[in-house]
Every structure is written in structure tokens, then in C-alpha cells.
């Protein structure tokens, strides 16, 4: 018995709180800090997770699809996964429609889907199996340039040229549209076909196709041309008389189609 528990006034004690002796501290300590440490131990003794299931990585076997380009059949061996401008490019070899960002925002891939003019980098190979597809090398029809790429030689509406292809399509689908009515958003009225089309509208309407070159200018005369040459008569001219532009003393005639079909990115 310790001094001071000899000391106590035993009919103190119960008024007095309990002192806790060394011994009962030393055991709450021990136990609180087991209680403490119990998640890591628990942590360390736990059975690890099993490791995830391997994803298949494997790429999905190439399969033939059937791509109508330019008028003619094309049946390629493609993954489901490979894009239309890729299809047409590495597969088809046809090199004139243009890889610029690879995702929607250049425009220098675009071609036409039974009219229609689409960015060829957005959309897989495989959801056009029954369509209409032309790029740049179907414009021109019989070794004669179409109004549109014979106008944008006379209007000097191109430099590098890497912008080109897709600049063709893009106007040549938009004055179709024009025609059928389709309004853009600077079209006064858009429950009204587009009275005329104005030279606003033709930068709208062309504003998804880019030039790193800034040709946008004579780009925008030459869909004028084409516009106000009336696209039967003026196409009708242009084809009568493949021989014109050759002869009009600016010699891109065939700059232009090599530009088509030279450049290719990596
Ligand atoms: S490459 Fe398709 S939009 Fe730029
Ligand atoms: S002509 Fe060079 S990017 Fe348009």
C-alpha cells in the first residue's frame, strides 16, 4: 500500500473522485492506442483485390466494306474503327482529301455524302456503305474541271493549295443548298428561302473551311462566279470549252490537280 492510500481517510474516499493509479493509465493508453492503429492493421492483413479483368485491347478484325467513291465501287478491307478520310486516303489511295486537325475543325477533309457536304476525319468508313461519296477527284468529270475549281483558278482563290480540295466541296455542295433553300445564320428570314446570296452569306456558309493561307477573299469570288454565272449555264460553258482555262494564261490548270494529289500528311 502506498503513503498516500495509508494516509486516506477511509470515509473520505467516496467523496473524493477516483485518482486513477499509474497502472490503469498505462492500460487505457495501451488500449487506446491499439484501437488506434486497428484500420492499419486490418489494412495490412486484408486479402488483396483481385486485379481487374484484362481489358481486350485486341483491334476488331478488319471486314470488307463497300464504299461507293466518285462513282465507282470500292470494296476495302476496314476496321469498324477507321474513319472515312483514313478510308479514303490509305485504303482507297485517294489522296486529295485533305488530313488538316484530324478532328472537325479545319474542314480540309471535307467531301461530299450524297450531296452533302461532311468532315470525312468525323465519321467512320463504315456508316456510308450505300452512299454517294465524292471527293475532289470527282468534280471534274471527262478531264474537264467543274465550274467551281475552274473559277477558283481564275479568281487565284488558293495558294499552298492544302485547303483546296475541301474548299471545293464545301462550295460546290453550298450553292446546291442555296438552291433547295437551306437558310444560314445570317439569312434575314430563315422560314424564307435566301432572297440572294450575298457575300455574308457565302463567308457563312463557307466558315467551317480554314485557309492557313487567308485566300478567303478570292475564294468568296469565286463561289460569286460560279453564282451569278448560273450553275447550268455556267457549267454547261465551262465544260464546253475544257481547253479555256488552260489557255487563260495562268497556267494552274494542272498545278491544281497535282495540289489534289501530292500533299499527304503523316
Ligand atoms: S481534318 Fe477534318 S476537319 Fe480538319
Ligand atoms: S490555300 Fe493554303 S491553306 Fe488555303
Given at each position: 500500500m502506498s503513503t498516500q492510500e495509508e494516509c486516506q481517510d477511509p470515509q473520505d474516499e467516496a467523496a473524493l473522485p477516483q485518482q486513477p493509479s499509474r497502472r490503469r493509465f498505462l492500460q487505457s493508453a495501451a488500449a487506446a492506442a491499439t484501437v488506434g492503429a486497428a484500420p492499419h492493421l486490418r489494412a495490412q492483413t486484408q486479402t488483396p483485390a483481385a486485379p481487374p479483368a484484362p481489358i481486350n485491347q485486341?483491334?476488331?478484325?478488319?471486314?470488307?466494306?463497300?464504299?461507293?467513291?466518285?462513282?465507282?465501287?470500292?470494296?476495302?478491307?476496314?476496321?469498324?474503327?477507321?474513319?472515312?478520310?483514313?478510308?479514303?486516303?490509305?485504303?482507297?489511295?485517294?489522296?486529295?482529301?485533305?488530313?488538316?486537325?484530324?478532328?472537325?475543325?479545319c474542314g480540309a477533309c471535307t467531301v461530299l455524302a450524297d450531296g452533302r457536304r461532311i468532315n470525312a476525319c468525323l465519321t467512320l468508313a463504315v456508316m456510308h456503305e450505300g452512299e454517294n461519296i465524292t471527293t475532289v477527284e470527282g468534280l471534274a468529270t471527262h478531264d474537264a474541271l467543274s465550274p467551281m475549281q475552274r473559277a477558283f483558278i481564275e479568281h487565284d482563290a488558293f495558294q499552298c493549295g492544302y485547303c483546296t480540295p475541301g474548299q471545293l466541296c464545301s462550295a460546290t455542295a453550298l450553292l446546291n443548298e442555296f438552291r433547295y433553300g437551306?437558310?444560314?445564320?445570317?439569312?434575314?428570314?430563315?422560314?424564307?428561302?435566301?432572297?440572294?446570296?450575298?457575300?455574308?452569306?457565302?463567308?457563312?456558309?463557307?466558315?467551317?473551311?480554314?485557309?492557313?493561307?487567308?485566300?478567303?477573299?478570292?475564294?468568296?469570288?469565286?463561289?460569286?462566279?460560279?453564282?451569278?454565272?448560273?450553275?447550268?449555264?455556267?457549267?454547261?460553258?465551262?465544260?464546253?470549252?475544257?481547253?479555256?482555262?488552260?489557255?487563260?494564261?495562268?497556267?494552274?490548270?494542272?498545278?491544281?490537280r497535282n495540289v489534289h494529289t501530292n500533299h499527304r500528311t503523316t
Open positions: 485486341a483491334a476488331p478484325p478488319p471486314r470488307p466494306v463497300t464504299l461507293t467513291i466518285n462513282g465507282r465501287a470500292y470494296t476495302l478491307q476496314l476496321e469498324p474503327r477507321v474513319t472515312l478520310l483514313d478510308a479514303l486516303r490509305e485504303y482507297a489511295g485517294l489522296m486529295g482529301t485533305k488530313k488538316g486537325c484530324d478532328r472537325g475543325q437551306a437558310a444560314s445564320t445570317v439569312t434575314a428570314d430563315v422560314r424564307a428561302r435566301p432572297a440572294q446570296l450575298s457575300d455574308d452569306e457565302i463567308r457563312e456558309r463557307m466558315s467551317g473551311n480554314i485557309c492557313r493561307c487567308g485566300a478567303y477573299a478570292n475564294i468568296v469570288a469565286a463561289v460569286r462566279a460560279v453564282h451569278d454565272g448560273g450553275s447550268q449555264s455556267g457549267s454547261a460553258a465551262m465544260q464546253d470549252a475544257p481547253g479555256a482555262i488552260g489557255a487563260s494564261g495562268n497556267g494552274h490548270g494542272d498545278e491544281l
